[in-house]
């Protein structure tokens, strides 16, 4: 029988109920060594199971009967993504995300900014609209609110925002997500685009928005480096106004939530801001955690 070591965590988490079916077959695919491997790990965990963790198997094997090319989307995701990571030749960090966010861009809008959206976009449309009814819950999505998103991507969120929101501004490090937000975006006056550099956000002006999101982005500035996370984070103090919120979507990709906490809190009272929310998980479709940053009245740290 073919070993299905790679499968446990995540189709074990889906039949607890702690991962979306989406999400199982995501990390199955991402983990797995053919598309054979995953559906036989699949199939023996539905032959394992019962009950409604047994259901949850089954819509998973049903969502990929029904998205058939989505290994394939995965892993191709996967391996341009990190081919560019590995060129050393595109300079540093920053500038290797950009360049794979350009490659992986061209292979699937959608994919590209949510791999657990398989490439659909009825997904990725179900998942955006999660986030959004989270920040309306909160009180931060309303007429009169000024927002920032950094790592726009393709401009899904300033599309769901704006109706919402007086303004928007999307910034990204990369060249081709920024060309899909502005064909997604053409229409509304209220967004606005901007190229960043992933070290910060001049040259926009001091005090400008009252809320800042970085949306399963951040996890790529922790990447680059101590420095780059300090000087975005002492960078978005300065461009909120008192009491602006900066939220962050997925702080690392390091699997390591109780880390996250920990330097979270630290860096907060270094750069100028309250923790209101510290790493839950709200979220039906993505596992993304939750980090709820307040401008505080004390100044940063130098």
């Known amino acids: ?97 950009a360049a794979a966010y350009d490659a992986i861009a061209a292979l699937s809008p959608s994919g590209s900014v949510a791999s657990y959206s398989l490439g659909r976009e009825d997904l990725l449309e179900k998942a955006t609209a999660e986030v959004v009814d989270h920040l309306r819950a909160e009180g931060l999505a309303h007429e009169g609110c000024e927002a920032i998103e950094i790592g726009c991507g393709i401009g899904r969120f300033l599309v769901a925002l704006s109706p919402l929101l007086s303004s928007i501004t999307g910034v990204d490090v990369s060249t081709k997500m920024l060309e899909h937000a502005r064909e997604r975006c053409a229409r509304l006056v209220n967004v606005e685009l901007v190229q960043g550099d992933g070290r910060g956000l001049r040259p926009l002006a001091d005090r400008r928005y009252d ?75 993505w596992d993304g955690t939750v980090f709820d940053l307040a401008k505080a009245e004390r100044p940063p740290l130098p």
């Not at 054979?36 to 965990?45: F, V």
């Not at 090319?69 to 560019?84: M, S, T, V």
């Not at 680059?224 to 602006?244: C, K, M, T, Y």
């Open 1 to 97: 029988m073919m070993s299905t070591d790679f499968s446990r965590d995540a189709l074990a988490r889906c039949v607890a109920g702690a991962l979306a079916p989406n999400m199982a077959l995501f990390q199955l695919f991402s983990s797995a060594p053919s598309a054979e491997a995953a559906r036989c790990a699949l199939e023996q965990a539905i032959a394992a199971s019962q009950g409604e963790g047994r259901a949850r198997l089954l819509d998973a094997q049903s969502l990929w009967r029904d998205t058939p090319a989505a290994f394939e989307l995965i892993k191709a995701l996967d391996e341009h993504y990190f081919a560019q990571i590995a060129r050393a030749d595109h300079g540093d960090h920053i500038a290797r995300i």
């Open 211 to 285: 809320l800042a999101l970085a949306i399963d982005s951040f996890p790529h500035i922790v990447e680059a480096g101590d420095e780059a996370v300090l000087s975005n984070l002492f960078d978005i103090h300065r461009v909120l106004r008192p009491q602006g919120r900066f939220l962050i979507f997925n702080y690392s990709y390091r699997g390591d939530d109780a880390l996250d906490r920990r330097e979270l809190l630290r860096l907060a009272e270094r750069t100028g801001f309250d923790v209101r929310r510290c790493g839950d998980r709200p979220f039906r479709l």
